[in-house]
């Protein structure tokens, strides 16, 4: 079974450029997260989405934050304008209907914002 | 104070020792406990689920302490590939199956 695919792997852009991530879960997996992991802390939910629904993005920068599942199955993520204190580790995860007691994270985005 | 606590580390151990470490929560109402392993630039993977009774995978014991508001981890017999930051993820079901996730525990096992 394919795991969480996310693309690009690393990204280094400047301060107040905009940047955009991609996400494709596990085949089946209807709910999909996206989290934001600073280099020393845990990973902290920026938006769930269920189905092409959003659950939770109380987390989520909505002034230069924005995500989309338009159909249910990849998921983008997109910073306009970045920020210094974006530079993190960008990760998607999916998990099945039954609910989100585990969740199968993808690689990651290595972001750096210069 | 933050909704999940925990001690950053780094918890360094002799292979074949024992450590155990701690993690508290502040939101009562959570309903599901949970320990990831995350290896250094890697994703987060489940390690093990923590249930009432408390659980044991093998070297890898869980326990969860409702009325103090902590979970436990317990390795055995340390291994070096044990070394991996340790992440509590506490689930509050109410808030739609939200997933909170600890600050991680860093383990080094040495030989």
């Known amino acids: 079974e394919a795991g969480v695919a996310q693309s690009p792997r690393y990204k280094i852009i400047e301060k107040r450029q905009s940047v955009a991530f991609w996400c494709n879960p596990i085949?089946?997996?209807?709910?999909l997260y996206w989290y934001q992991q600073i280099l020393g802390q845990g990973p902290k939910l920026l938006i769930q989405?269920?189905?092409?629904?959003?659950?939770?993005d109380s987390q989520l920068p909505k002034d230069r934050f924005s995500a989309e599942r338009l159909k249910g199955v990849d998921s983008t993520l997109k910073i306009q304008p970045a920020k210094l204190e974006d530079s993190a580790v960008y990760l998607c995860a999916s998990s099945t209907p039954r609910g989100p007691d585990e969740q199968y994270f993808g690689p990651g985005t290595r972001l750096t914002v210069t | 104070r933050k909704e999940v606590e925990q001690d950053p580390g780094p918890f360094n151990v002799p292979e074949g020792a024992t450590v155990a470490f701690n993690c508290t929560y502040s939101?009562?109402?959570?309903?599901?406990f949970f320990w990831y392993r995350q290896d250094c630039r890697k994703e987060p993977k489940l390690l093990m689920s923590?249930?009432?009774s408390g659980n044991e995978d093998g070297r890898f014991t869980a326990q969860l302490n409702r009325a103090s508001q902590y979970i436990s981890l317990l390795i055995r017999d340390s291994k070096l590939s044990d070394s991996a930051t340790y992440l509590c993820v506490v689930n509050d079901h109410a808030a739609g199956n939200k997933l909170t996730f600890g600050g991680g525990t860093r383990v080094l096992v040495k030989p």
């Open positions: 939101n009562s109402a959570s309903q599901s």
């Open positions: 085949s089946g997996h209807a709910t």
């Open positions: 989405f269920q189905n092409n629904g959003v659950v939770d």
């Open positions: 923590v249930y009432s």
